[in-house]
């Protein structure tokens, strides 16, 4: 079965998007991983999958992560898609479904796109955590690195905040936070350095993705736990590897995440030749 897909990324965080709308694709875990291999495969840091989404929605977005696990959320990705799908109604708001909930997203000026990424749930049993604790303060510790919070951005997020990230070694600790056995779905590990009230670094150790350009459901967990921390105001700057997302996290609980989106190529790919 040969397919058209398109590559996309917001700011290098990249995905392989196939369209799946009209007919359902044998897409199986295994599938995904072989597709998101960046030496067999295309190569990204999710593929994704547009499905049709039912009333109230206009696409729903399934996404999988290079190993072949499935997230529940995707803030980069949730604005590639909507931009998709915005070029073809015309519209210039988007609601792009997802198995965390629906969320909607609106065109700006400037290339830029903003998503309400929904409420942070902040209850350790939301995250979730293995057993009942303040989700402010966990107690867990790598090398110099202590002290996190944690949150739920329709996935699990642990963010610890640093004096100088530049000598946090993130490849060699994320592994093993990520299957911390205080995460029993494992978490989305952020290291972040606070640079002004309204302005930050970060780094993504991504659940079943490994190191990433960027993470924009990791965003929105840091900009959360920092302010919980009283280290930033309710907006602010979030500067990653690939670039910056200018986060929000209003009084009613929702998270604004905005950013540009790109398409790098499109092609076609052999689905039975990546069979995993």
């Known amino acids: 079965m040969t397919l058209p897909f398109r590559k996309m990324h ?6 392989v998007v ?3 709308r009209a007919t359902p ?3 199986t875990p295994a599938r995904a991983a072989a597709i998101a291999d960046r030496h067999f495969g295309i190569g990204c840091d999710q593929f994704i999958v547009l499905e049709a989404p039912g009333e109230g929605a206009d696409v729903f977005m399934r996404i999988r992560n290079p190993d072949g696990s499935e997230a529940g959320a995707c ?8 931009s998709l799908v915005a070029a073809e109604t015309g519209r210039d708001r988007v609601v792009v479904r997802t198995i965390a909930g629906d969320l909607p ?3 700006l000026e400037d290339g830029l796109w903003r998503a309400d990424m929904g409420p942070a749930r902040l209850g350790w049993q939301d995250v979730p955590l293995a057993r009942a604790m303040d989700t402010l303060h966990l107690p867990l510790a790598r090398g ?3 002290d996190p919070a944690a949150c ?3 996935n699990p997020h642990a963010t610890f ?3 100088d990230l530049d000598l946090v070694p993130v490849a060699e600790i994320g592994p093993g936070l990520e299957h911390d056995p205080l995460f029993p779905q494992r978490a989305n590990i952020g290291f972040a350095e606070i640079l002004a009230p309204d302005r930050m670094r970060l780094v993504i150790w991504e659940r079943g993705a490994g190191l990433t350009l960027a993470c924009g459901s990791g965003a929105c967990a840091a900009i959360v736990n920092a302010h919980r921390r009283g280290l930033v105001g309710r907006r602010a700057t979030v500067t990653m590897p690939g670039g910056d997302l200018l986060m929000e996290w209003r009084a009613d609980g929702h998270v604004l995440m905005t950013g540009p989106v790109a398409t790098a190529f499109t092609g076609t790919l052999d689905l039975d030749a990546l069979a995993g």
């Open 105 to 107: 997203v609106e065109r």
């Open 18 to 20: 196939l369209d799946g």
């Open 144 to 146: 110099a690195v202590a």
């Open 10 to 15: 917001g700011l290098g965080n990249d995905f």
């Open 75 to 82: 803030g980069n990705a949730t604005r590639c898609i909507a």
């Open 161 to 163: 905040f640093v004096r």
């Open 25 to 27: 694709l044998p897409v």
């Open 152 to 154: 739920s951005m329709g």
